[in-house]
């Protein structure tokens, strides 16, 4: 009990400080006080010192601006942990409702169950990246409906379509590799791992540069689309990709929106999801990529 407390206290502290304006330190205190969550200033000041030390997020004070705030330069991705956050405040609210009543799975509709096959396995993952140890796993290839051992020095967990990816290298390769943790059986944490993540940056970079996981070995481009409002505001709420800048509309309702990115698969067929909503304006191979997918989609109707 005593450490769930703890951790909603601190996911409370966090989320905090992130959606006010530098807060005063007496301000965190009523704001817990108002969640039942009841601290001294000595206390939440170690809270503040856990938050660094445990979770890479400084929270920092600011004598101009006489409150605190999150230090994103001298932070982990604030826009990831923060994904990480909802899912484990999602998680804790199905928790607490399920103990008082199950008729809580009455009232939520899952998209695909499937999404959360392999989340298990999480726990595992991220505790083997943070101690910078090997794992241990055994992979089924649904391609070749065939299972087999790996040890893997993993470097990072990845998200893509509701679904999640542990990325690192497999021992005796020396290129990074990415499987989808649903597949994934008989996981188990192993010795210390003697390969260095900053020895492979430069391809961990790559899932940077693209949508997905499949940098297919090409150049970022830039790349401009065509795109109508009404669409553009579901880009709004949810970028296709952190390089996306949209510009204002035109005089027929449309938008240029603007990306640099390596064009890979995923990417195309984020642009086929929107139909005639979108248009490529360049560069002109990625245009004809597109028109080539929509006339073999085509061809198989005939």
Do not use: C
């Amino acid at each position: 009990m005593a450490t769930h407390i703890i951790t909603r206290r601190i996911q409370n502290i966090i989320q905090f400080v992130y959606d006010s304006k530098y807060p005063s330190k007496q301000a965190i205190l009523d704001y817990l006080e108002d969640k039942d969550l009841f601290l001294t200033s000595r206390t939440l000041e170690r809270d503040f010192e856990r938050i660094r030390t445990d979770l890479g997020l400084e929270i920092t004070y600011s004598k101009k601006q006489m409150g605190y705030f999150i230090d994103e330069e001298n932070s982990v991705k604030v826009d990831s942990f923060f994904r990480l956050l909802e899912i484990v405040s999602i998680a804790d609210i199905f928790s607490e409702s399920l103990k008082d009543s199950k008729k809580i799975l009455d009232f939520v509709s899952f998209d695909d169950s499937k999404s959360f096959k392999g989340i298990e396995n999480i726990k595992t993952i991220l505790l083997a990246i943070s101690q910078k140890r090997k794992l241990h796993f055994k992979h089924h290839n649904f391609e070749r409906n065939t299972l087999r051992k790996y040890e893997l020095t993993p470097f990072l967990l990845k998200e893509f379509e509701n679904r999640w990816y542990v990325i690192g290298v497999p021992t005796g390769v020396n290129k990074i590799w990415s499987f989808g943790i649903d597949r994934l059986s008989d996981i188990e944490k192993g010795n210390k791992a003697n390969l260095k993540k900053s020895e492979f940056n430069k391809q961990l970079k790559t899932y940077e540069e693209i949508v997905g996981l499949n940098p297919e070995d090409k150049k970022v481009e830039k790349i401009r689309l065509y795109i109508n409002t009404l669409h553009v505001n579901y880009m709004r709420s949810l970028p296709l990709h952190h390089s996306q800048v949209i510009h204002p509309k035109d005089e027929k309702g449309f938008h240029f929106v603007d990306f640099e990115l390596v064009p890979n698969y995923e990417f195309k067929t984020l642009i086929l999801k929107m139909g005639d909503y979108a248009r490529v304006i360049s560069p002109p191979k990625l245009k004809a990529d597109i028109v080539y997918m929509l006339k073999a989609t085509l061809k198989n109707y005939r």
